[in-house]
């Protein structure tokens, strides 16, 4: 490598795909630094995934307690306290924090506190010292985005949520997406009343159509107040630190509002100006299949480039930067077939195609869907209920795509994403033996295509 440069790879974020990326380039024997401004792990570990999965553990206790009874399981004073919850989720993260910085510094990774800046095509300014790397790799990921309503300033967005000082007994959440979606059920099964606003006539959109409609059923049952094609139009300070939202429907007052109607790619003084790196229309960062922008030493992977914005798939695609630019062995990313969970209450497991995006793709397909109460409630008293769904393609049997939402849905999903990886097909599930009694055997024993 050319020596006058300070680094061969510079990364910009030290969120899951800047750690994998520099962490792997640094083990193939690349210099490499990592400029952090915030706390390592990014989103996903100190905002994101990790707290948001603790604080979903937390709010299924409640009805946990609920149906013990139906098995002869009696509690008295049974209580949620908020800040226990809270300050012991700060406590993990920040050990997990601590995790991020060994993994960093074992194979030699530099780490430089603070905010970096593209001068040039192979230049980063931190604070006042700048960098020559003879490659650079943007990994910022996303920030929250506010609408244009007024007093929109009074909202929280997911960063700020899991920190409340106090718990929020009145909470309008504002947005339909998998964020809004897991946070309403987070805080209605922690005790809040929750509404949850969205302006479209179903949330959830680019999901299978049943699911999200079956899943806004549950969520109802469960005491969630969903409003479709609904809006919030104003939000004002009212008495003791209350917000009184101003909505298509009335007024309505609340402890708190959190407002998740998305996130952008997170460039703001990123410097791109002083470079050829281009935007989408949509404002994310323009890649190749092997994350090189416009700008032939500068790389961007995960959130920012507006793919799939997942924890897993920014890591993917961080092993295949790394193997390509630092290994000699060029790889790109297999999008094919990504499971992911929506963790709602209940969640949503899927894999694959949704029915509406096979018909488009032109498949003739095959449905098989059921849904049943599952053997734990016929005894626990809950009327919850769950639903499976096949996608078949009519001519080759090959199943192209599995959804669910149900008790875990995505621990049943991910075993799902290998077979359909492998290519399976209907005829493959069917000779599969169910475990039984479980509610992941349905999958295996669906056999009337519905009608």
């Not at 998998?178 to 680019?206: C, H, K, M, P, W």
Request: aromatic content about 8%; overall charge negative; glycine content about 12%.
């Amino acid at each position: 490598m050319t020596q006058h440069f300070d680094y061969d790879l510079m990364v910009i974020g030290a969120g899951s795909g800047g750690v994998r990326a520099a962490r792997k380039s640094a083990e193939m024997g690349a210099r490499v630094a990592v400029v952090e401004e915030a706390a390592l792990g990014g989103t996903c570990v100190n905002v994101g995934c990790i707290p948001k999965k603790l604080y979903v553990y937390a709010s299924e206790y409640a009805a946990a307690w609920r149906e013990a009874e139906g098995f002869g399981w009696r509690a008295e004073g049974v209580s949620f306290d908020w800040e226990t919850l809270r300050d012991n989720k700060t406590k993990e993260i920040a050990r997990l924090n601590a995790i991020y910085g060994r993994l960093l510094e074992a194979p030699g990774v530099e780490i430089i506190e603070g905010h970096g800046r593209l001068t040039g095509a192979q230049t980063v300014a931190v604070g006042d010292k700048t960098y020559r790397a003879e490659k650079i790799l943007l990994a910022t990921g996303t920030w929250p985005a506010l609408p244009d309503i007024p007093g929109i300033e009074l909202a929280l967005t997911s960063n700020e949520i899991f920190d409340l000082p106090r718990f929020p007994e009145r909470l309008l959440i504002i947005g339909g997406g998998y964020i809004a979606t897991e946070f309403a059920s987070i805080f209605s099964g922690l005790g809040a009343n929750v509404v949850q606003s969205y302006r479209g006539d179903l949330f959830l959109r680019g999901f299978d159509h049943d699911v999200r409609q079956f899943l806004a059923e549950e969520m109802r049952k469960a005491g969630v107040d969903l409003r479709f094609n609904h809006h919030v139009t104003a939000l004002e300070s009212g008495a003791s630190g209350s917000i009184t939202a101003h909505l298509s429907d009335g007024e309505a007052v609340f402890d708190a509002v959190l407002c998740a109607t998305g996130r952008r790619p997170n460039i703001r003084q990123l410097g791109l100006e002083h470079t050829a790196v281009s935007l989408s229309d949509s404002g994310y960062l323009v890649v190749n299949e092997h994350f090189q922008t416009a700008e032939p030493s500068i790389y961007a992977l995960g959130d920012m480039t507006g793919g799939w914005e997942l924890t897993p798939v920014a890591i993917g695609e961080a092993m295949a930067f790394s193997q390509t630019q630092f290994a000699g062995n060029p790889q790109s990313m297999d999008y094919g077939c990504i499971p992911t969970a929506v963790f709602s209450q209940p969640p949503i497991g899927t894999v694959g195609l949704t029915e509406e995006a096979a018909e488009a793709a032109g498949h003739h397909i095959t449905v098989y869907q059921s849904t049943f109460r599952p053997l734990k409630h016929t005894v626990s008293g809950s009327e919850e209920r769950t639903m499976m769904k096949l996608i078949v393609d009519a001519n080759t049997d090959r199943v192209l795509g599995a959804h669910m939402v149900g008790t875990d849905a995505g621990e049943i999903c991910q075993g799902l994403g290998i077979a359909l990886k492998m290519g399976a097909t209907k005829a493959d599930f069917d000779r599969t033996v169910g475990i039984h009694p479980t509610a992941a055997e349905e999958f295996v024993t669906m056999r009337t295509p519905r009608s």
